[in-house]
């Protein structure tokens, strides 16, 4: 903090001496120390010394800092008390005399000093200041905060050319310095949108947000049927009852959620039912509300949200009122939705941030501007210009290419928040003009939170987490939107489950369908899915049963296609395990974007379950930790052009995925991804193999077979297995046993390293509260949550060489029950594995297995015996007794074979044989 007042003190001394005049004005870039909103090559600036300000001697004093006696600070006396936060009248602290060269939009910023000494990392108090340009209202902003102690642009104002005062109330503690006032220059419109003419454009009629004539007759007769009757009987109460809205035409006012709520509901009641007395209240409220509605210069949180909400809500307005709407008030109207469509985070033109990823892929552009757009059309086609450009040619090809995979990249909560806003636009473009302008694959995008539930009602984690422990995980807006576009019994269900949407009636009564029946079994899904190439991964489970007495087990493992930054984590090849609670898990809390524990931990591999590598040259972007893991990507690629073009994006390389015989109720699930893309340079080849048993029994219900191939660059870096748990585990039997709990009865999973041999390998576990353990010291958080107070275990090979291969069984038991023995021969770079009544055969390393070759049945007991890794094409299994002779196709992308056999010498070899017929 010391060195940025120095820093700063030395930038203000250097313009007292240049700018020694009350005002002065250039046509270049400005030297204030305050960087203005928009950079521009030429502009109007001026910066105005306080020492030449009116200054109200009863409440200020000039005072000069020993640091920098040249320059002048006006400062509240300490026996004033502020008037910022008063709404009585009186005089100024501080009078600027200003003069605008030409009417237009002007950006004012302050330079302060906090009159304190501010400790690192200690929390900061924001303190607001008033002003007031010439006899126009009074507004409130922030001038000093946590973010920013120094510097602050109060916002954008509409200025008049010519003479005027600028009026300033100060909060207590803040040394004001100076002010400026720089001309806005607008974002520029990119080219592509220059001449754009989008060739979906809203009808001539109304309305045409949410309903059009055609559907609005339908949306009526739904509202007295099923479940809609009693929402539209609670809406019906609720709006016949006046609003009472006090307010000061010369007092501004923050946003007020309920009178938008109650705005949405009467102009919905006057859309539905034609009530003149409902629908001219809606109008008077909007207009009165916007008259005074301000929300300053905050940037912080979610103010950009509520911004919106504010221009969606008079978008209804004006498009379901048209017809009773003067055309002074929807002048009126349009103007106070451009204004605040200004001060959005995307900026307008809606062109500073990509719609396709962070805040700008949400409520902004896909419900705000989408429908503001719309609905003013007819008076203005320019915005949705802009808006139907950025979703019909941005969006819509960046979602088709990323939803081949029925997953979304920014995980189970940004991913459901976001996906919710996209499906604002598809419905808004689909009742608008009847067309599904999104590929159809974002209906199957459902399945991913389907699979992803875990029988205690969470979910397996997956991305920045914002969903709390010990409660059923929901987005029920998004699930409405969805089950109602798709039309889909199942997710009609789950939104029900997960208590409806009862705040917002409006929208439920839009879209339900009450015809529609929902299904509550969802045992008709497959147990397992595979995610396909573009976010690869594969989930398999056990079972339906969505309780705390499950007995169903559920894995994932993830890895495979492309990396899109923001939100999604450093995972690739990450596993994670549940069985009667959290077996195997994620350690990452997701605490605040950015921090130092988000860069170094949260978004990291190391608070994963996977393998890392230790380069001790790597180099990490955004100053992070060198963790041994994969790349840390935050860039987001924006084109599905780029996304494949650019190795930095690449996330590995799905093998193969196949799960079966059965698809509904498979015994097997298994995947193959090569993860060598997925980290620098510093690994030259890595595959890993995940096979899942489902072994029908209450006793050991599943098991897991893992087997990583994995080289280096150089020998010496050092390679570490890893995974997480929540309980502390224990070792017996030199197997590692992990456990947890749900209602006093407990799962546990045996942990078996088969290879390396146990000579040959090292092993820690350490509590993530251990100062330091063999991967360093790690960032922590202070939380008394589960994952804060988890436990780590990690392998690592005795000798140093480039190539190390790692063969791991988990067996999940019930209670007490004791682990499976397991059969384990290695031959010619193939595992075959027997337990239970399974053999699973597989290549020891990364390559496919292409020889001929031969296995035994021990015993007279009929085996389930599946062979994975076989290289595409025709193969044969033969029987000297010639029980068997069996000719079967491998597949491009499942590479597997399946059959049952009892005791025996079987050969398999790639070909056909023709003594079969």
Known sequence: MKGMLKNYILYCLITYIVFSSLSIDILAQSSFPLASESSKKNGYISVLDVSKAKIN???????????????????????????????TDTDPDAIFHIEIPMSGIYTISTSVIRDEEIEVGSKVETRFAKIQIDNERITKRIISDEYNYTNHSLGRFQLKGGKQVLKVWLPKGILLGAVEIESYIPLTIPPGVANYHPKIVPPTSRPRLWVDKDILPVIQKRLTKGENLSVWKNLKE???????????????????????????????????????KIGNEAVRLILDYLSVLEFGNVKSGDI??????????????????????????????????????????IGWPPFKES?????????????????????????????????????????????????????HSQGVDYGAYRHGWEMHAAWLFYRMAGMRVFDDNIMGLTNYWLYMRLPDGEMLRDGDMFSKSGVYWKNPQTMLLDYSY?????????????????????????????????????????????????????????????????????????????????????????????????????????????????????????????????????????????DGGTKFNQRVPETPQEVMSDPWFDNGRVIYSDFGPSLQKPLYSCFKVDLTGAYTSKVSNYTRSFCFFNLDRDD??????????????????????????????????????????????????????LRPLPENLKLEISHRKDPENILGTMDRISSDSPEANGYQIIFFPENEEKRHRFLTIFQMTSDDTPPLPINLQEDNDKYILRLSDRILCMSSGSQLIQSPFSMTVPDDSE?????????????????????????????????????SASKGLYYISPGRSYNNH
Not at 252 to 265: G, T, Y
Not at 360 to 383: F, H, T
Request: hydrophobic share 40%; with cysteine; aromatic share 10%.
């Open 486 to 626: 798709a039309n889909d019994p199942i997710i009609k269900a789950e939104f029900e489950r997960q208590g409806g949407l009862p705040d917002n009636p409006v929208l439920f009564l839009l879209l339900n369908d009450p015809d529609l029946e929902p299904e509550y079994d969802i045992s008709s899904l497959p147990l397992s899915i595979d995610f396909g190439s573009v976010l690869g991964g594969l989930i398999a489970r056990t079972g339906w049963n969505m309780n705390d007495n499950s007995n169903d087990v559920v894995a994932e493992i993830k890895g495979g296609g492309y990396h899109f930054g923001n939100h999604q984590h450093a995972d690739a090849g990450a596993i994670q395990l549940y069985y009667r609670g959290l077996q195997i898990c994620d350690l990452g809390l997701y605490v605040a974007y950015g921090i130092p524990y988000d860069y170094n931990f949260n978004k990291r591999s190391i608070a994963h379950s996977m393998m890392l590598v230790i380069d001790p040259k790597e180099e990490i972007s955004r100053r992070a930790k060198n």
């Open 238 to 276: 609720k709006v016949l009852i006046p609003f009472p809205f006090e307010f000061n035409p010369t007092r501004e006012i923050a946003q007020n959620p309920v009178l938008e709520r109650v705005v949405q509901e009467k102009a919905f009641y006057y859309l539905m039912t034609g009530n003149l």
């Open 700 to 753: 050991t219900p599943a098991v897991i077979i893992l087997s990583d191939d994995i080289s280096t660059s150089k020998a010496e870096f050092d390679k570490f297995w890893k995974i997480n748990t929540l309980e502390k585990p224990f070792l017996s039997d030199s197997s590692i046993v992990l456990r947890n709990q749900k209602k006093g009865v407990v799962g546990k999973t045996h942990v078996k390293m």
């Open 57 to 87: 001697n009863k409440t200020t004093k000039i005072v000069k800092r020993e640091s920098d006696l040249h320059l002048n600070w006006v400062i509240l006396k300490d026996d004033v008390v502020e008037k910022v936060h008063d709404q």
């Open 355 to 407: 719609i396709v990823s962070g805040h700008a892929s949400e409520a902004q552009v896909n419900r705000d501007l989408l429908a503001m757009s719309i609905a003013i059309y007819d008076e203005d086609p320019e915005p949705y210009r802009y808006t139907s450009y950025l979703i019909l040619e941005e969006l819509v090809p960046m979602r088709s290419f990323e939803y081949q995979s029925p997953r």
């Open 304 to 345: 950009t949200r509520d911004i919106g909400r504010a221009i969606y809500t008079t978008a209804l307005v004006y498009d379901w009122c048209y017809d009773i709407i003067h055309e002074g008030d929807r002048k009126i109207l349009y103007s106070e939705m451009m204004r605040l469509a200004d001060n959005m985070e």
């Open 863 to 899: 085996y389930q015996i599946l062979l994975t890794d076989l290289k595409p094409g025709f193969w044969n299994i033969y029987s000297p007794d010639k029980n068997i002779n069996l000719n079967f196709k491998v597949e491009q992308g499942k590479n597997t074979c399946f059959f």
